[in-house]
């Protein structure tokens, strides 16, 4: 073979397999723009989904108890805020196998909720929400292939984004008196309880007294309360008596105990409790009547 022949046959090869390399890495990127589109239409669907009805969708696909720990008043809250809402797909990465996706999704205008109780009518509270600035957000979520199918991996970052903080939100009925009662509110505005002696009206000294022909107990709370409770009298820890306490603008809720046979009451260890619906509201401390 002449020098000539031989450099042909060199280049040809070169060539060749430089065209090899060209053909396979436009196959791999047109593969990789297939994926692309199928990842894309995939999330699509299923944020259009979540948009939808994020209660159900959220409830079914995230690893989060955001929702489930909120009261049918403060889903109904972040729910009427949630309608606003909108997304965009700012960027979609496949890694080189096509296996695997990195979604970044834009969610514009988002209502940050922090740890502050918020009190009132539904309105009312939207309102409190609405004047703080909204934020752009941004989710990135992970899609992986599995035979000829994606799957998100974790969708719960939008549970968090769109429900947490809500559990502070305590709502009120439009004469004033919460339907939910949460900690952060009882906190807010229950001050302390006292025991007071039945004869001379002064609160009873060191957590003992011998004077139990009335058990009066009161509640103070730092601010008018328009509530009916139900407070309960326990003996030993064994329930005694239970009575009405209507409060109409008053803070204070005083709990006039009378026996129910006898004289006055026997000897032993007393505690009251403020109920309001199935919640503990405030707790005394121990009464020991000798």
Not at 34 to 55: G, Q, W
Not at 80 to 88: N, P, T, V
Request: some cysteine; overall charge negative; proline content about 3%.
């Amino acid at each position: 073979m002449t020098r000539a022949k031989r450099i042909t046959v060199r280049f040809t090869a070169v060539l060749m397999a430089a065209l090899f390399a060209l053909s396979s890495t436009s196959c791999s990127d047109f593969l990789k723009e297939i994926a692309k589109d199928k990842v894309t239409t995939y999330v699509t669907d299923e944020l259009d989904s979540m948009m939808s009805d994020p209660e159900a969708y959220l409830t079914k696909n995230s690893s989060g108890d955001y929702i489930s720990s909120l009261s049918d008043e403060q889903k109904d809250i972040a729910l009427q805020l949630f309608s606003d809402y909108s997304y965009e797909i700012e960027s979609v990465k496949l890694n080189d196998k096509r296996t695997k996706a990195t979604v970044t999704v834009e969610i514009p205008d988002v209502y940050i909720m922090n740890d502050e109780l918020l009190t009132g009518t539904p309105d009312e509270i939207i309102e409190k929400i609405k004047e703080n600035d909204p934020e752009d957000q941004t989710v990135v979520l992970t899609v992986k292939r599995n035979d000829n199918s994606w799957k998100i991996e974790d969708v719960s970052a939008f549970e968090k984004m769109f429900f947490s903080g809500y559990s502070m939100i305590c709502v009120f009925d439009e004469d004033g008196n919460p339907i939910n009662i949460n900690e952060a509110f009882i906190e807010s505005i229950y001050v302390d309880s006292c025991w007071y002696d039945a004869i001379s009206g002064n609160p009873v000294s060191f957590g003992s007294t011998t004077s139990a022909m009335a058990l009066h107990c009161v509640f103070y709370f730092n601010q008018p309360m328009t509530m009916t409770f139900e407070a309960v009298l326990y003996k030993n820890d064994t329930q005694v008596q239970t009575m009405e306490v209507v409060l109409d603008g008053n803070i204070t809720a005083e709990c006039d105990f009378m026996p129910e046979s006898g004289d006055e009451y026997q000897s032993g260890t007393y505690r009251a409790e403020l109920i309001y619906g199935d919640t503990v509201i405030a707790v005394s401390e121990d009464l020991n009547v000798n």
